[in-house]
């Protein structure tokens, strides 16, 4: 196939009208066939079979940390979520403030909390 | 002989036999879909070893999440979900690196490697080609790929892709106009 007319099959071939499989077909014979290496099985399978139980031993290892990541922030979430109710139970209202503990603090009496003076 | 029964075997006796640990049984799957891999991994990121690469972890991944598979999808559209996945990630993290490491584009890394066997004509075929889709935008990519290599039909790549059919269909429509501009200049 000549290159203009192979640049016209492209074009043709993301017509939503056209059929993906017939051109498919063509742009492969026209040369476009792209396979791996001789021995890319082998390889595949070297890897999966030999590596055995390092590799099990990664994934489960990645398959826990997620399990953990999640429980972790599950448990952040829920614990926020007990701090602002029972901020609100306290003092009737949820402000930035009273989140960060400062509710009902006056400008002099956190000075004194963080100088001491 | 062996090989030649496991030939006959479907995929979801493939699957079970694989998931028994029939080494046998997992090199079938390899064998029939390993074309199909190339075809996706090779369109999307260019005929170089780093394709191979991909191509390997497609399947090691595979291996490693067979037990995930429940037969709803056919085998080859799970594979081809994880093909997509591995070689989007493998975009992603090549801009990355090219942005912090470098100033040249990252379509230098590609190299063309087809068999020497080849006649001249097949060879600057699958450069163009190749050019061609290195050259779009990945988001239209994929989508070119598996329409123009795979020969997945649009309502097929939607659901590959997850995405809703009048994005494909849209996302087709602007590639096909950026493909056109990309074939003038080649």
């Known amino acids: 196939m000549k290159i203009p007319e192979l640049k016209d099959l492209i074009i043709r071939s993301l017509d939503k009208e056209s059929d993906p499989e017939k051109t498919s077909a063509r742009i492969e014979e026209a040369g476009v066939i792209w396979k791996f290496s001789e021995g890319f099985q082998d390889k595949v399978l070297e890897t999966i079979f030999s590596a055995g139980d390092s590799v099990v031993r990664k994934i489960e290892f990645v398959r826990n940390l997620n399990s953990v990541f999640y429980r972790i922030a599950i448990t952040g979430?829920?614990?926020?979520?007990?701090?602002?109710?029972?901020?609100?139970?306290?003092?009737?209202?949820?402000?930035?403030?009273?989140?960060?503990?400062?509710?009902?603090?006056?400008?002099?009496?956190?000075?004194?909390?963080?100088t001491g003076n | 002989m062996i090989r030649e029964s496991y030939r006959q075997k479907s995929e979801n006796e493939l699957v079970k036999a694989s998931l028994d640990g029939d080494k046998q049984a997992f090199s079938e799957i390899v064998s029939r879909y390993q074309n199909m891999v190339a075809r996706t991994v090779k369109g999307m990121l260019g005929d170089s070893v780093f394709s191979e690469d991909i191509g390997q972890d497609v399947f090691i991944k595979l291996y490693y999440s067979l037990?995930?598979?429940?037969?709803?999808?056919?085998?080859?559209?799970?594979?081809?979900?994880i093909a997509i996945n591995l070689t989007l990630n493998e975009i992603k993290r090549r801009k990355r690196f090219f942005s912090t490491f470098s100033q040249k584009g990252n379509n230098e890394m590609y190299e063309f490697e087809v068999a020497d066997n080849e006649t001249e004509g097949k060879k600057e075929a699958a450069e163009l080609v190749s050019k061609a889709l290195m050259s779009l935008n990945p988001k239209f990519r994929v989508i070119v790929a598996m329409r123009m290599l795979q020969g997945?039909?649009?309502?097929?790549?939607?659901?590959?892709?997850?995405?809703?059919?009048?994005?494909?269909?849209?996302?087709?429509?602007?590639?096909?106009?950026?493909?056109?501009?990309?074939?003038?200049?080649?």
């Open chain 2, 67 to 81: 037990s995930d598979f429940r037969g709803e999808a056919k085998l080859s559209t799970y594979i081809q979900k």
């Open chain 2, 152 to 186: 997945y039909s649009t309502k097929e790549t939607a659901e590959m892709l997850d995405l809703p059919l009048g994005t494909v269909l849209s996302r087709l429509s602007r590639a096909q106009e950026q493909m056109k501009n990309i074939l003038r200049k080649l």
């Open chain 1, 77 to 114: 979430v829920a614990a926020i979520v007990l701090l602002m109710i029972s901020i609100f139970v306290i003092q009737g209202s949820l402000s930035f403030d009273s989140f960060l503990g400062l509710g009902d603090s006056y400008d002099e009496s956190i000075v004194y909390l963080l």
